[in-house]
Antibody, heavy 122, light 111 residues
Framework: QLQLHESGPGLVKPSETLSLSCYVS??????????WGWIRQAPGKGLEWIGS???????YYNPSLKSRVGISLDTSNNQFSLKLTSVTAADTAVYHC??????????????WGKGTTVTVSS | QSVLTQPPSASETPGQRVTISCSGS????????VNWYQHLPGTAPKLLIY???QRPSGVPDRFSGSKSGTSASLAISGLQSEDEADYFC????????????FGTGTKVTVL
């Protein structure tokens, strides 16, 4: 059974880099059936897709975050990671990792982690 | 930044049918399939409908999805109290280098 679990600091200072990891069990992150992504929800806001990484290492990012975000695979530890630089209070949110299925004309995120709360504050 | 527009709220009495709309454009809904997620506070969003009208295993057939042109809809029939939640549509957008976009979200209230 595929499961994902986010981990990382719950508090980040403004202007610093937010770093989160997502440990995957039940599948290998190198599996070509999946891609891996990050989504967040700020307080009182809707869901916001951050980006995804394919098993090949190819990445896709939300255009509004593209200049600050990086997603990478760690096949040796079967996890993938998110880095978001120059954070501000607007980056305070619950961050979820998820698996994605993709192909010609379709993309959906079907298995989600429970999420981890990140607060940006000095 | 969402480019998929949903009504902020919808409500109906138990047993009735509620429909939620999702309006997009040719680069997202017009070109790709649509997904729907159910989100309860404090929990992980749940995939409700994928590829416009497919239900994952375990999702009741009270939930159905459809699409026409650049708009999509989620229908919930036989509304139950446990359906009270936030619902988000989502689709891949082919513009720029490609990205996934969620709708603005609809709060469904069971009266």
């Amino acid at each position: 059974q595929l499961q994902l679990h986010e981990s990382g600091p719950g508090l980040v200072k403004p202007s610093e880099t937010l770093s989160l990891s997502c440990y995957v069990s039940g599948a290998f992150v190198s599996n070509n059936r999946y891609s891996w992504g990050w989504i967040r929800q700020a307080p009182g806001k809707g869901l916001e897709w951050i980006g995804s990484i394919y098993y090949t290492g190819r990445t896709y990012y939300n255009p509004s975050l593209k200049s600050r975000v990086g997603i990478s695979l760690d096949t040796s530890n079967n996890q993938f990671s998110l880095k978001l630089t120059s954070v501000t209070a607007a980056d305070t949110a619950v961050y979820h990792c998820a698996t994605a299925r993709h192909g010609a004309g379709y993309y959906y995120m079907d298995v989600w982690g429970k999420g981890t709360t990140v607060t940006v504050s000095s | 930044q969402s480019v998929l527009t949903q009504p902020p709220s919808a409500s109906e009495t138990p047993g009735q049918r509620v429909t939620i709309s999702c309006s997009g454009s040719g680069s997202n809904i017009g070109s790709n399939t649509v997904n729907w997620y159910q989100h309860l506070p404090g929990t992980a969003p749940k995939l409700l409908i994928y590829s416009t009208n497919q239900r994952p295993s375990g999702v009741p057939d009270r939930f159905s999805g459809s699409k026409s042109g650049t708009s999509a809809s989620l229908a919930i029939s036989g509304l139950q109290s446990e359906d009270e939640a936030d619902y988000f549509c989502a689709a891949w957008d082919n513009s720029l280098n490609g990205f996934y976009v969620f709708g603005t979200g609809t709060k469904v209230t069971v009266l």
